[in-house]
Structure formats: structure tokens, C-alpha cells
């Protein structure tokens, strides 16, 4: 952002602007964002990886026998996330600390909801249930999210909410449609579409000419008439600010092992409106391509 103070104040107010202003700040926002690819830049190939959290549930539970692993740490269920496609070992269940003894003692508190509903709004809170219309909701923030706000940083929240049979939104049930919670009563809405996930990790990046296109040529009008109206010592600060980004943005296309831009997942919702809703057919794909975004999210 540009201060308002960039020096000492003209001695005449300059002509109010009419330039886009949320585009230019979208456009030098880019400073926040790409801060932290500039500091793992300047730390070097040894430098240790960010810090990632991924928390995923499944609402109804798993059966007991065939999740905690025997003396030999192999179970039917857990192995499947410890070997890779060739049913080799992957690495993981070295680094990977089960905690088991966790319980969430069944009390509604005065809501209509049931152990489903406590596992919703309870098993990230800590939190009693809390009443709203009678319908049960978390009562406070969620790990994530108090993790995220830790951070400051936004989650990626994805769900898989299609069924036939409590499909959402179905009346009544819209405390159901996510376990995040960004305060007691108020649920983190999941993004349930693959391809408007995918567009979002992966906005269009090339313009008419096939070229990659900079965050900052899509202001380049604003800043130009924002530059105009600045004297030779605030417009050269402007100048500086805007060159550190074009720097940055070289540095990162130039990285090497970069992740490649994947073919977009199907757009389920125009192969079928219910896809998303009502329908179970195409729960496994579902659950497949939003696995790979959140993969590619992490990278």
C-alpha cells in the first residue's frame, strides 16, 4: 500500500484521483503475498520447508478393528496412507504419531443434536454445543482456524457434502456443512466444487499472446496515473516499491522443481446439477480430485 505521508505534504492539494483504487491495491498487495516466497528465496536451498497443517475428517466415524494398527504398526485402513501406488513404503508412518484416547463425552446440551452433529462442532472446538434454533453448532473457533489466525493465514477448506440421503443444504441440517468454525455459531463455508477450487489455485496466468503476464500488468493504466500525479521523490519510491515485486516475480518463475500446472478436474455440475447435492455417484471422484488440490495446495 502506498502511505499517505510520503514525505512532507505538497503545498497544494493535488486533484482528486479517479483511478480504480481496489485494483491498484489488489495489484500492490502482491508486496504481502509474495513476502514469504522472498524470504525462503533469500534463505537458500537448505533452508527448512514451511510449516503445514492439514486436518480431515470423515463424519461417520471408522471401525475401530481395523484402524489402530497391531504391534507391527499395520492396519487395513492406516496403510493405505503409508504406501505409495507401487504398495511401497512412503515415508510417512515414521514421521506420523497416532494419539488415540481422545473422547468427546455425548452431551447435547439442551440441542437436538446427536453424536454426528457432536463430532461436527465438538471434536476441533473443544467446545459445548451451542443452541441456535435448537440446531447444534460449535461454540467457539475451531483448531484450524485458531492455528490459522496464529499464523495469518487464510485455510483452504474443502468438503465432500453430496449424498442421497443427508444431502446439504437440507432444512435444518445447515450445521452440518462444515466441522471449521471461525467463531462459536459460524461455520468456515468448505468449497465443494473441484473446478472452481482448481481455478482458484490456478487463476488464468497468460494473455492474449500466449505470454505469462505480471500481477502487475493488470493495473498498469492506475499506476501510471497514479505516478503522474506524485512529485520526483514519491514517484521514485513508487518505482522502487514496484521493481521489488517485478524482482520477486522473476526469482519465482526461474525456481526450479516448480509445481506444473495440472488438466482442469471435470466439471461435474454441468455433467450433472445434483453431482454436488444428491447424487452418489460420483462421491469417489469427488473426494479423489479435491485430495489432489489440496496435494497441489501444499506444493
Known amino acids: 500500500m502506498i502511505p499517505r505521508d510520503l514525505g512532507r505534504p505538497p503545498a497544494v492539494r493535488p486533484p482528486r484521483l479517479t483511478f480504480r483504487r481496489r485494483a491498484l491495491l489488489q495489484a500492490l498487495a502482491a508486496s504481502a503475498v509474495t513476502l514469504p516466497f522472498a524470504r525462503r528465496l533469500r534463505a537458500g536451498p537448505d533452508a527448512p520447508p514451511p510449516t503445514r497443517l492439514l486436518i480431515f475428517m470423515q463424519n461417520n466415524g471408522t471401525q475401530q478393528k481395523n484402524f489402530w494398527p497391531d504391534a507391527s ?24 504419531n497416532l494419539v488415540k484416547g481422545v473422547y468427546v463425552p455425548p452431551d447435547a446440551n439442551g440441542t437436538s443434536g446427536n453424536e454426528h452433529d ?150 461435474y455440475l454441468a455433467m450433472d446439477a445434483n453431482a454436488e447435492l444428491n447424487e452418489d455417484t460420483y462421491i469417489p471422484s469427488l473426494v479423489q480430485d479435491l485430495t489432489d488440490l489440496a496435494t497441489l495446495a501444499l506444493q
Not at 450445521?175 to 466444487?193: C, M, Q, V, W
Request: glycine residues 10%; contains cysteine; charged residues 20%.
Open 118 to 267: 457432536i463430532g461436527f462442532a465438538r471434536m476441533f472446538t473443544g467446545e459445548k454445543l451451542l443452541a441456535i434454533g435448537g440446531q447444534p453448532w460449535g461454540g467457539g473457533p475451531s483448531a484450524d482456524q485458531i492455528i490459522a489466525n496464529a499464523w495469518g493465514v487464510d485455510t483452504l477448506t474443502l468438503a465432500v457434502l453430496a449424498s442421497e440421503i443427508e444431502y446439504h443444504p437440507k432444512l435444518g441440517f445447515d450445521h452440518r456443512e462444515s466441522f471449521s468454525y471461525l467463531r462459536a455459531g459460524t461455520i468456515k463455508h468448505p468449497a465443494k466444487d473441484p473446478l472452481r477450487v482448481y481455478q482458484s489455485l490456478f487463476p488464468a496466468t497468460t494473455g492474449a499472446n500466449g505470454r505469462r503476464v505480471s500481477v502487475l500488468d493488470a493495473v498498469a493504466a492506475n499506476l501510471a496515473e497514479v505516478s503522474s500525479h506524485l512529485g520526483p521523490s514519491e514517484r521514485a519510491k513508487l518505482d522502487l516499491h514496484l521493481t521489488s515485486i517485478r524482482d520477486v516475480e522473476k526469482r519465482l518463475r526461474a525456481l526450479p522443481g516448480r509445481c506444473t500446472i495440472p488438466a482442469a478436474p471435470t466439471d
Open 73 to 96: 504398526l499395520s492396519s487395513p485402513i492406516l496403510d493405505s496412507l503409508f504406501l505409495d501406488a507401487s504398495g511401497r513404503d512412503n515415508g510417512l508412518r515414521a514421521k506420523t
